[in-house]
Nanobody
Framework: QVELVESGGGLVQPGGSLRLSCAAS????????MGWYRQAPGKQRELVAA???????NYADSVKGRFTISRDNAKNTVYLQMNSLKPEDTAVYYC??????????????WGQGTQVTVSS
């Protein structure tokens, strides 16, 4: 019923930048909180950044000052601007959203993930 599709991952050198996008589509009435998580090999999935519908944000300490989350409610899209990337940022990044779906209620949606690799 709802699909989240990420884009923008890839290979970048340390100190470089990437911008991730995640667009939600389907029978959406309203999207509440949206966020980005990441999972590195052998590690648990962790919250990177989150944003409320009104624009309030919170970040993991490891990315504060380097990453910026934003959203476009009209386009049902969330973005993650990543600057000053470090090798330890290497992970699969997942989009997450709390979505009210017509006839169903609020459900938590996940994207399929996009690989970000920071390496020289």
């Amino acid at each position: 019923q709802v699909e989240l599709v990420e884009s923008g991952g890839g290979l970048v050198q340390p100190g470089g930048s990437l911008r991730l996008s995640c667009a939600a589509s389907g029978n959406i009435l309203r999207i509440y909180a949206m966020g980005w998580y990441r999972q590195a090999p052998g590690k648990q999935r962790e919250l990177v950044a989150a944003i409320t519908r009104g624009g309030s944000t919170n970040y993991a300490d490891s990315v504060k000052g380097r990453f910026t989350i934003s959203r476009d409610n009209a386009k049902n899209t969330v973005y993650l601007q990543m600057n000053s990337l470090k090798p330890e940022d290497t992970a699969v990044y997942y989009c997450n959203a709390d979505i009210r779906i017509a006839g169903t209620g609020v459900t938590e949606g996940w994207g399929q993930g996009t690989q970000v690799t920071v390496s020289s």
